[in-house]
């Protein structure tokens, strides 16, 4: 069973929009929401991430959305630019279990 | 802070040999970590939880006799790939858990493993 659905699993964006990555959860014992990104032949990492109690979370260029009723959470790459080209994960943990979206690659055009 | 090495970054090997992968946290204590193999275009499928000091965890359908972790010192995990096959080809990445305080335990990730066998 997955425990967290992500969608797109691919996207492509031209330079400068705005990608949009959505995962969708069913435990409601998570109470930890990273994002990852990960370029091909390394490792995930942390992008960014929120908790259960704020609805929304800001750093830099990338947005993180939280609709707790819904049990869902996005991803917002604003002003994408061609070096954010990865794949991106999103993953759901409390305490030791820890699960991973399938993933959405992400690719910017120019 | 917070970073977290593997060693060697790509090792290719002979059927049969066994391999040994090094995960190490650089900066801070890691009591519990982790490792995943990943198959090309495909998330990170976890493999066994590392506990300093105590057996690892494995998860369902992973061999314990094939995949040896050993966790010895709060800073280094290691995962030995005992009589590798070309199936065993991946790529494997570890974690180690940041205690940060309150329910929330962050994982930072090393750079990965990736392994070929011939």
Same mark, same amino acid.
Not at chain 2, 40 to 66: C, F, H, I, R
Not at chain 2, 89 to 95: A, G, V
Not at chain 2, 96 to 106: I, L, W
């Given at each position: 069973?997955?425990?967290?659905?992500? /969608? *797109?699993? /691919?996207? &492509?964006? =031209?330079? !400068?929009? &705005?990608? &949009? &990555? %959505?995962?969708?959860? $069913? #435990?409601?014992?998570?109470?930890?929401? *990273?994002w990852y990104q990960q370029f091909p032949g390394k490792g995930p990492a942390l992008l960014i991430a929120i908790r259960p109690d704020v609805s929304e979370k800001k750093e830099g260029r990338f947005t993180i959305s939280f609709n707790k009723s819904a049990k869902q959470f996005s991803l917002h790459i604003m002003d994408s630019q061609p070096g954010d080209s990865a794949t991106y994960f999103c993953a759901a943990t409390s305490g030791n279990q820890f699960y991973f979206g399938t993933g959405t690659s992400l690719t910017v055009i120019p | 802070g917070a970073v977290v090495s593997q060693h060697p970054s790509w090792v290719i090997c002979k059927s049969g040999t066994s391999v040994k992968i090094e995960c190490r946290s650089l900066d801070f204590q890691a009591t519990?970590?982790?490792?995943?193999?990943?198959?090309?275009?495909?998330?990170?499928? @976890?493999?066994?939880?590392? %506990?300093?000091?105590?057996?690892?965890?494995? $998860? =369902? !359908?992973?061999?314990?006799?094939?995949? @040896?972790? #050993? +966790?010895? /010192?709060?800073?280094? /995990?290691? @995962?030995?790939?005992?009589?590798? +096959? *070309? $199936?065993?080809?991946?790529?494997?990445?570890?974690?180690?858990? +940041?205690?940060?305080?309150?329910?929330? #335990? $962050?994982?930072?990730?090393? *750079?990965g493993t990736r392994l070929t066998v011939l």
């Open positions: 069973q997955q425990q967290v659905k992500q /969608s *797109p699993q /691919s996207l &492509i964006v =031209q330079k !400068g929009g &705005i990608s &949009i &990555i %959505n995962c969708a959860y $069913e #435990n409601t014992a998570f109470d930890y929401f *990273p | 519990t970590m982790f490792w995943y193999r990943q198959f090309p275009k495909q998330s990170l499928m @976890l493999m066994a939880t590392s %506990n300093e000091g105590s057996k690892a965890t494995y $998860e =369902q !359908g992973v061999e314990k006799d094939k995949f @040896l972790i #050993n +966790h010895a /010192s709060l800073t280094l /995990s290691t @995962l030995t790939v005992t009589s590798a +096959h *070309p $199936e065993d080809s991946s790529f494997y990445i570890c974690s180690a858990r +940041h205690p940060s305080g309150g329910r929330v #335990n $962050e994982q930072f990730f090393g *750079p």
